[in-house]
């Protein structure tokens, strides 16, 4: 299958299956000379592994991750320097159970790729999914930790603002409440009450979807092309091509249609700095495709898992009638781990803009 890479002068291409020995990451344009360690990736894979919580899947896997290539020893202990050629990654897979899965290995799921892929490809890996599983999503985390060195003074945070029909409530958004919960809430209430609904959820054999809402701080002003290079186009189109999202905005997105031109417009005043100073951030930092300098706002929304242990109907590759029941180890809500997800998308195409911005115009 084709179409494993994204990006332009940032350019990710991922490999691997959720079943196989390993999976990994090829990142090519990676400016040289920036310095970082190992443990600066892993943090953030941290972040994304499984098994760290009930409410999410129990497979253990540590996420270790190892560079390959593209760096050479800095001065410091641990340190590594980009060298501009490709940087590989590997991630060991661990714990890969595929007796799990020999009961759908004809049996397509509903609400999962089996049979589209089948239908495309003529086969499909029934091992957790293959290509398809959001264990493909590591790698993704792996290089948003080495986009976010690209871009100087930039900062990526994401949060879970929705589960189900249970929303956040914004006066209560505290930053720094979002590492303290299993679900990377900012509003410490809306995490407790998600607990024991989420337990509920998981208990009765089924799942529930998310919204997850990422800011990206300091993106300077000018990121981003008019028609068809928009920094909003590409941000949408990698958070689209993340696991289950099936929708995604920008700034007020849907609501905006709500709103009369009064409301939704972002007026300017000059500032005392004498700069432009936005009095609002209706358009999410982008107007006309190109960064305003304010705050990136995105969101994107997570279907509800689709193996769950209640069966659903559906059909074998035979075309027979049958009942589906997905055995295994799943998240009652993959949004919750979507958000370091959404955060390295994001991270990446900010990179990928920066570089080309600075390509065009020689500023950075």
């Known amino acids: 299958m084709s179409h494993n890479s994204f990006g332009h002068l940032f350019r990710v291409t991922t490999w691997g299956e959720s079943h196989g020995p390993a ?15 190992q443990a600066d990736i892993q943090a953030w894979l941290d972040k994304r592994r499984p098994g760290q919580s009930r409410f999410t899947t129990q497979r253990r896997e540590p996420d270790e991750v190892r560079v390959l290539s593209g760096t050479m020893p800095g001065e410091h202990d641990g340190e590594l320097i980009a060298t501009g050629t490709p940087i590989a990654l590997e991630i060991e897979n661990v714990d890969q159970r595929s007796k799990d899965y020999g009961e759908i290995a004809r049996r397509y799921r509903p609400g999962h790729a089996d049979i589209t892929y089948d239908m495309k490809y003529g086969i499909r890996d029934y091992r ?18 080495l986009a976010r060195l690209v871009v100087p003074g930039v900062r990526v945070r994401g949060a879970l603002v929705q589960i189900g029909e249970k929303r956040i409530d914004r006066s209560r958004w505290d930053d720094a409440e979002i590492d303290r919960n299993p679900f990377f809430c900012p509003d410490a209430e809306a995490a407790r009450e998600w607990e024991g609904y989420l337990d509920g959820v998981r208990k009765a054999g089924s799942s529930v979807g998310a919204v997850i809402e990422i800011n ?16 909003d186009a590409d941000i949408a189109a990698n958070l689209m091509s993340i696991n289950a999202v099936k929708g995604v905005e920008i700034g007020n997105g849907f609501e905006s249609a709500t709103l009369t031109g009064e409301a939704n417009a972002d007026e300017i005043r000059m500032g005392n700095d004498g700069r432009p100073h936005f009095l609002s951030n209706h358009a999410g930092g982008i107007l006309g495709g190109i960064a305003t300098g304010q705050p990136v706002v995105a969101r994107f929304a997570v279907k509800p898992t689709s193996s769950i242990l209640n069966p659903r109907r559906s059909i ?5 009638e049958v009942d589906v029941v ?8 993959v949004g919750i781990r979507a958000v370091p997800v959404g955060e390295a998308m994001v991270a990446c ?13 020689g500023r950075g």
Not at 29 to 36: N, Q, V
Not at 349 to 361: E, F, P, S
């Open 349 to 361: 195409a900010l990179a990928d803009h920066y570089l080309r911005h600075r390509g065009q115009t």
């Open 316 to 320: 074998d590759a035979d075309g027979n």
């Open 326 to 333: 997905t055995k295994g180890r799943h998240d009652p809500c």
């Open 128 to 145: 957790g999914g293959g290509r398809s599983s959001a264990r493909e999503t590591a790698c993704r985390v792996a290089a948003g930790a």
């Open 216 to 231: 990206a701080t300091g993106v300077p002003a000018g990121l981003g092309a008019p028609l068809y290079g928009k920094l």
């Open 23 to 37: 999976i990994g990451c090829v990142v090519d344009g990676m400016p040289p000379g920036l310095a970082f360690r």
